[in-house]
């Protein structure tokens, strides 16, 4: 349905998703922040185990998502979106009901193909469905949005499981995702930009160049896969390991956490500094700036010998690359390949990145307890490095090929 001209939809696609996006996250993908410890003590299961099932949901996004892609390329991101919301959410209710161990992990077999039709992939192509002209400057909004998900409902969480425990607070996030999502979803990607919206936003000097087609489309896709798989490898160690990681470098406990914590707020000031000043910046000028600063802020880590102040700065720097790396994720995928079959690419894109994303965290465990702690930022610094070598020679090939 193509909305009249003077109706622009981007507004609404773009605070109803972020709305969504908050929820979708914080109810899913965020869930075990809060309630692993309260799961482990009362099952009796392994924290390796309850680590695990989440495991098992990124390799089922990872499996699913070129087939996601298409779905949504074929039949629209709404009917796609709306159905992965009350997959997510039955999935959420499976987890209560669980007794075993075989139980758990089909669960998250289940919520991992929910939240791979519900979250930032499918979100992306969706406003790019909806305002294909404006596809960028949209994911760039949204996910200012999906930066509290984790602060707003790591706080509801916990409220719910010390009043009710775990099992009624996953019943609860289920009916929270259902009501809020799916009434959200379906009204923000009701209507498309219209004739006089769509040609203005053509105007834009990014527009201008044709999306890559033939070998040189290929040799793009493969490159930027490898960018984002490096940088994948990094960020699934730094979403379970970054206190951790910062207690081995020299701080307490409680100022680990401490630190840790600003790390959303320097994924959304990353973020706005991208809308604000990098909005006419080609995609790919954001995304080496932005991958740039990856190894620069593991050097930092290398060399702080437990000094507060440059922990403090690497936390920072990390948080803001990875903020503006998320829109990177959506927006460079649609500068160089334009806004056709967009959802395939962003799935086959996301294929390997969720893969090794799910790997990450048993990889960097396994260097860590053999090697130690300074073998395995050794590590991850050479993944940032070679991350923003990738990005570098993609750029420059890009810039021959044009």
């Known amino acids: 349905m193509t909305a009249p001209p003077h109706r622009d939809p981007f507004l609404l696609a773009v605070c109803t998703l972020g709305?969504?996006?908050?929820?979708?996250?914080?109810?899913?993908?965020?869930?075990?922040?809060?309630?692993?410890?309260?799961?482990?003590?009362?099952?009796?299961?392994?924290?390796?185990?309850?680590?695990?099932?989440?495991?098992?949901?990124?390799?089922?996004?990872?499996?699913?998502?070129?087939?996601?892609?298409?779905?949504?390329?074929?039949?629209?991101?709404?009917?796609?979106?709306?159905a992965g919301t009350v997959m997510v959410s039955a999935g959420l209710c499976a987890l209560s009901l669980v007794?075993?161990?075989?139980?758990?992990?089909?669960?998250?077999?289940?919520?991992?193909?929910?939240?791979?039709?519900?979250?930032?992939?499918?979100?992306?192509?969706?406003?790019?469905?909806?305002?294909?002209?404006?596809?960028?400057?949209?994911?760039?909004?949204?996910?200012?949005?999906g930066a509290f998900a984790s602060s707003v409902f790591w706080v509801i969480g916990h409220y719910f499981n010390e009043a009710v425990g775990w099992r009624q607070t996953l019943v609860l996030f289920a009916a929270i995702n259902l009501a809020i999502c799916l009434p959200l979803n379906w009204i923000g990607l009701a209507r498309r930009e219209g004739g006089r919206i769509a040609e203005a936003g053509d105007s834009k000097p990014s527009a201008e160049v044709p999306p890559l087609e033939g070998g040189k489309r290929t040799v793009?896709?493969?490159?930027?896969?490898?960018?984002?798989?490096?940088?994948?490898?990094?960020?699934?160690?730094i979403a379970v390991q970054l206190v951790p990681l910062l207690e081995a470098a020299g701080l307490a406990a409680a100022a680990a956490v401490w630190v840790a914590s600003l790390k959303g707020f320097a994924q959304f000031g990353g973020r706005v500094v991208e809308i604000v000043f990098g909005r006419n910046l080609h995609a790919m000028t954001v995304a080496r700036i932005a991958i740039g600063f990856l190894p620069a802020a593991f050097l930092l880590l290398l060399v702080s010998g437990g000094n507060v102040a440059l922990i403090v700065a690497f936390t920072l720097m990390m948080g803001a690359s990875q903020g503006v790396i998320t829109i990177v994720r959506g927006a460079v995928p649609l500068a160089l390949f334009g806004p056709t079959g967009y959802g395939a690419v962003l799935g086959l894109l996301a294929t390997p990145v969720l893969i090794l994303n799910s790997a990450a965290p048993t990889i960097f465990a396994v260097i860590v307890d053999r090697w130690g702690w300074p073998a395995g930022q050794t590590v991850l610094m050479a993944a940032a490095a070679a991350s923003w070598i990738a990005i570098e020679l993609m750029a420059r090939w890009y810039r021959r090929s044009r």
């Not at 908050?22 to 869930?31: K, L, V």
């Not at 998250?108 to 790019?128: E, H, N, P, S, T």
């Not at 896709?221 to 699934?236: D, H």
């Open 19 to 82: 709305v969504a996006q908050i929820t979708a996250w914080g109810t899913s993908y965020y869930c075990l922040g809060v309630l692993a410890n309260p799961i482990v003590a009362d099952t009796g299961w392994s924290r390796g185990l309850v680590y695990f099932g989440f495991t098992v949901a990124l390799l089922t996004m990872g499996v699913v998502s070129t087939w996601a892609g298409r779905a949504i390329d074929r039949y629209g991101a709404r009917p796609v979106m709306t």
């Open 220 to 237: 793009a896709l493969a490159l930027f896969a490898l960018v984002m798989s490096l940088n994948g490898f990094v960020f699934g160690v």
């Open 99 to 145: 007794r075993s161990e075989g139980a758990w992990l089909a669960a998250w077999v289940f919520l991992g193909l929910g939240m791979r039709l519900a979250l930032y992939d499918a979100a992306f192509a969706a406003l790019v469905q909806i305002v294909p002209s404006r596809g960028r400057l949209a994911i760039s909004y949204l996910t200012l949005w």
